[in-house]
């Protein structure tokens, strides 16, 4: 992965691996052109994510240093460093996070296509007989 300074305008090259640090203060909204990974190396992330159909609602994820999120190709998501509630605002330490791109040409469907197998397969809760 090669590091990248943030540009004054929010497009940043997701095509190949990055490694970013955001400063307290600083968002980026990110256009995925793949699917692939963000992992937060150090600090904490706020992320809310759109998905590429306007009928998904956003979600908002908290992910720290040492996790990572699978992001699709086509979704959206803002980024800012987070801070937990019992550390002051202006104690915010610097986010950094790395980005990488699944490689392959259905890298992203497989993933899908796993998630979605995975979701139909889960058990489904038991219910109370009817009387």
Do not use: K
């Not at 955001?22 to 963000?38: D, N, S």
């Not at 600090?43 to 998905?51: E, I, S, Y």
């Amino acid at each position: 992965m090669s590091p990248a300074r943030l540009p004054s305008s929010p497009r940043l090259p997701l095509s190949r691996g990055v490694s970013i640090t955001l400063q307290p203060g600083q968002a980026r909204t990110l256009h995925l052109p793949a699917a692939g990974t963000l992992r937060v190396a150090q600090g904490a992330l706020w992320v809310t994510r759109r998905g590429r159909h306007v009928d998904h609602p956003a979600q908002d994820l908290y992910v720290s240093a040492g996790l990572a999120l699978a992001l699709d190709a086509g979704d959206s998501v803002v980024i800012e460093p987070m801070h937990l509630a019992a550390t002051p605002a202006a104690q915010v330490p610097p986010a950094s996070f790395n980005w990488q791109a699944d490689e392959g040409h259905c890298a992203g469907l497989l993933r899908w296509l796993r998630q979605h197998l995975q979701a139909a397969w889960r058990p489904a809760p038991a219910r109370a007989p009817c009387a």
